[in-house]
């Protein structure tokens, strides 16, 4: 029978990559320094491989050893991710989740679901860190954190993705803009029209892109923003019209008190879809009942009143 590394040994190694020192990796485990170098040795010696380059100063790993704590590292992921699983089938959501969002999205949505979730449940931490959309599907893969609200399509073979609503478009334009006359406008109103944009790493921009190529729209290449405030100030300086989520326009405009209209398209023609994203393999239930308290925030605060988002 072949004799595996155990789940303590491959503990050690991780804590010795981490460190990158033998006395401090054994502070960090909790056991003296002649058993933390004992078990690197006994795993070594079970692999066949040199892991780590013995001398003075920093502890260096060999090619062999990064390969192995690679490894390790994905191995102790999914164990945790069992003990996580169990924890929440017995209890429902609880633990630490790390959860990523968009500058589009999270400031604007996740005020109505905090609460909701802290309520129902109380046991449950939440770590909410605003993330350049560029980084967002990196920084879940490597880690860094456990799932991601983002605008879709987002996925791959490594991922899962959970629809949660579409979210309308709406037109923004000076107050004295010609369609501010109108209750609603369509896709083709966008002919001739300057549209201003997020950046290319906001996945809006290909959105928005595509519907000028069709309806017409002209792209303001020259005055990408780098934020919704910033597109709605230059919208109020008369620079151009903007398509704006549903979510900002009706947590940042006061039509009492703003220069910059919103209208929205007729029949909600003109959406974004928003989703949760997480690893393949994860703990999908955590996620699920997550995606369940997110959808029931929605259904509460915002689907009254004109262009409501529109629920999957």
């Known amino acids: 029978m072949i004799k595996l590394p ?26 003296s320094q002649p058993s933390l170098s004992l078990q690197i040795g006994n795993l070594e010696e079970l692999l066949g491989l040199h892991l780590v380059e013995r001398g003075r100063g920093p502890v260096t790993l060999t090619p062999e050893g990064r390969e192995v704590v690679a490894r390790a590292s994905r191995i102790l992921h999914e164990v945790r991710g069992i003990m996580d699983l169990t924890t929440a089938f017995q209890t429902g959501l609880t633990g630490t ?31 909410i860190r605003e993330v350049a959309p560029r980084d967002l599907r990196g920084e879940l893969l490597a880690g860094s954190l456990d799932v991601i609200l983002t605008q879709l399509p987002e996925g791959g073979a490594d991922l899962t993705t959970q629809r949660l609503f579409r979210e309308p478009l709406l037109l923004a334009m000076p107050d004295d803009h010609a369609l501010a006359a109108k209750s609603e406008v369509t896709e ?50 008369g620079m151009g019209v903007a398509l704006l989520p549903r979510l900002y326009a009706w947590s940042e ?22 989703g949760l994203v997480w690893r393949r393999g994860a703990n999908a239930a955590m ?15 915002l689907q009254t009143g004109q262009s409501p988002i529109i629920l999957d």
Not at 101 to 122: D, N, Q, S
Not at 212 to 222: L, M, P, S
């Open 188 to 237: 083709a109103d966008l002919l001739d029209l300057n549209v201003l944009s997020l950046g290319p790493d906001y996945a809006m921009h290909a959105q928005i892109a595509a519907l000028c190529q069709q309806h017409g729209g002209v792209i303001a290449r020259d005055y990408e923003g780098t934020s919704l405030d910033a597109i709605r100030q230059m919208v109020g300086m």
């Open 287 to 301: 996620f699920e009942r997550l995606s369940d308290v997110i959808r029931s925030a929605a259904r509460a605060n």
């Open 6 to 31: 155990s789940m303590l040994q491959m503990r050690y190694l991780l804590a010795l990559s981490e460190t990158r020192h033998f006395r401090k990796a054994a502070e960090t485990m909790g056991i």
């Open 97 to 127: 989740i790390r959860l990523g969002t968009t500058p589009t999205i999270g400031p604007y949505l996740m005020p109505f679901v905090v609460e909701r979730l802290h309520a129902k449940y109380p046991d449950l931490r939440l770590y």
């Open 253 to 274: 405009i006061d039509s009492r008190s703003s220069n910059v209209t919103v209208r929205p398209f007729r029949r909600s023609s003109v959406t974004r879809s928003i």
